[in-house]
């Protein structure tokens, strides 16, 4: 088997390999992607293993070497810098720890999407980004309206109300613009919403989230996306932390100390889940009355955090326990077993 350790970089790869069955050992600098895509294609009929940390840009790397049969591992970035207590880092020094790690069998590996499912995170990537633009042209001709000493511009008839106002010189120019701009991207948002609405329908897991309230085909498409096999989290706690939603803290013996969500996970469904946690507390009634508590007594982003946390908690058991939203309400949240036993 050949072990390579690459560290990867958007114009070059600096590469460590060695043959278990030669005893080989070697290392070099491929540029990309000409003399990445002939190395590896060189080592066609071998049992190829590749370790890369976790990083962008690497689509492309990855669908080369999962046609040509070989076998494709992400590290956790952290994890391998932690495990790395020399000062002195170069690429070379890189390469050859993530083939020392691998070797050794102690390369944090971490749960990939497959080829497919990465295509469709990117529709919902695409969609949100693209949400994002119009709330920013929105937001634009918000400003052009109330200069003018008009409500803000939202709806058709908000923005029928600013397309007649008596404009001259550049303030005119600048309105028929963003209108023009907005038109065109609400109608491919449009378009990506009947994508992402086709798509759920035809994932199960998406199907069962969206018995839930406040939860339509973008937020459980992302959720069940992002999070894979349930089996990969024995609690929903643990899906809590995974997606940022519990805050950091720095604990010393008897002091506690908590501050702001970790936000070490994954931003767009962070997000999501936000705005659909604003519509899935209206539904029921403890979680309103948690979201109004919190928000006179602290701030309305916390309120809307922990009902957040209590969404994904809530999804993740809906997709453990096979049950949709009337079930789980009924006989409760954990109903069931858990993975692990206690003791």
Known sequence: MMIIGCDFHPGFQQIAFLDQETGEYGQRRLSHPEEAVQFYRS??????????????SFRWFRRLVSELGQEFVLGDAAAIRASFV???????????????????????AVWQRTVPEDEFRQLLVHRCRMVR????????????????????????????????LPLSGWYAVERRDLLELLELI??????????????????????????HPGVGPVVSLAFALAIG????????????????????????????????????GNSMVRWLLVQAAMVAQRHDASWH??????????????????????LAVRLYWM???????????????????????RG
């Open 43 to 56: 080592l066609a009929g071998k049992r190829v293993v590749v370790g890369v940390e976790a990083t962008g």
């Open 86 to 108: 020399r000062k002195q880092k170069t690429d070379k020094r890189d390469a050859r720890h993530i083939l020392k790690l691998l070797v050794e069998e102690r390369f944090p």
């Open 133 to 164: 633009m119009a709330t920013r042209v929105h937001n634009q001709l918000d400003g052009i309206a109330k200069s003018e000493g008009r409500l803000a511009a939202r709806g058709k008839k908000g923005l029928a109300e600013l397309a007649g």
């Open 186 to 211: 609400e109608g491919r948002v449009r378009v990506l919403d009947e994508a992402v609405r086709t798509t759920a329908e035809q994932n199960q897991a998406a199907r069962l989230l969206m018995t």
């Open 229 to 264: 096999d349930w089996r990969r989290f024995p609690r929903g706690k643990q899906v809590a932390s995974y997606l940022g939603l519990i805050p950091a803290e720095e604990s010393s013996g008897k002091s506690r100390r908590l501050g702001h969500v970790s936000k070490q």
């Open 289 to 310: 009355r948690q979201y109004v508590r919190l928000s006179m007594h602290k701030h309305h982003g916390v309120a809307k955090l922990a009902i957040a946390h209590k």
């Open 319 to 341: 997709l453990r326990s096979g049950q949709d939203y009337g079930q789980v309400r009924e006989r409760g949240s954990h109903a069931g077993q858990s993975v692990y036993r």
